[in-house]
């Protein structure tokens, strides 16, 4: 168990992943981060976009989408508190194509009363959401 660090992925509606993992990737506030046993501690927002989990002993990742939220790292332990969490075969390109629309709808309307950024929150996260999609089709 010494080259495995222990991956927690949770959202406040379910336990989305736990278990032993070789290597963990999602995308930070600052940018795409790696994360392995023995990692420096850390604590740092995410963005919206694809946790990627190298579990240990499956030649398949596990993929998971979030869109946003926090990340606690340990040398032993990642624990991934998403603000919303969809596993990659949950994910569905109709919803998230059709949410894409109505936020860039509701920036066009310069006459509607919307909040401009959680418009503009909601485009990203449906925008990411789409990229994790593609990604996650690749790696099928």
């Given at each position: 168990?010494?080259?495995?660090?222990?991956?927690?992925?949770?959202?406040?509606?379910?336990?989305?992943?736990?278990?032993?993992?070789?290597?963990?990737?999602?995308?930070?506030?600052?940018?795409?981060?790696?994360?392995?046993?023995?990692?420096?501690?850390?604590?740092?927002?995410?963005?919206?976009?694809?946790v990627r989990i190298k579990v240990t002993g499956?030649?398949?990742?596990?993929?998971?989408?979030?869109?946003?939220?926090?990340?606690?790292?340990?040398?032993?332990?990642?624990?991934?508190?998403?603000?919303?969490?969809?596993?990659?075969?949950?994910?569905?390109?109709?919803?998230?194509?059709?949410a894409r629309r109505l936020a860039?709808?509701?920036?066009?309307?310069?006459?509607?009363?919307?909040?401009?950024?959680?418009?503009?929150?909601?485009?990203?996260?449906?925008?990411?959401?789409?990229?994790?999609?593609?990604?996650?089709?690749?790696?099928?």
């Amino acid at each position: 168990m010494a080259n495995t660090i222990h991956v927690d992925v949770v959202s406040a509606e379910e336990e989305i992943f736990s278990g032993e993992a070789e290597f963990v990737a999602l995308p930070g506030e600052a940018g795409e981060l790696g994360i392995y046993p023995r990692h420096t501690p850390l604590i740092t927002r995410i963005r919206p976009g694809a946790v990627r989990i190298k579990v240990t002993g499956q030649s398949e990742d596990v993929f998971v989408f979030v869109a946003g939220g926090l990340m606690e790292v340990q040398p032993d332990t990642v624990t991934v508190l998403a603000d919303t969490a969809i596993r990659g075969a949950d994910l569905d390109e109709a919803k998230a194509t059709e949410a894409r629309r109505l936020a860039e709808e509701s920036l066009a309307n310069r006459e509607s009363q919307i909040d401009y950024a959680a418009a503009q929150a909601e485009l990203a996260v449906a925008i990411a959401q789409l990229a994790a999609i593609q990604k996650y089709r690749q790696k099928r």
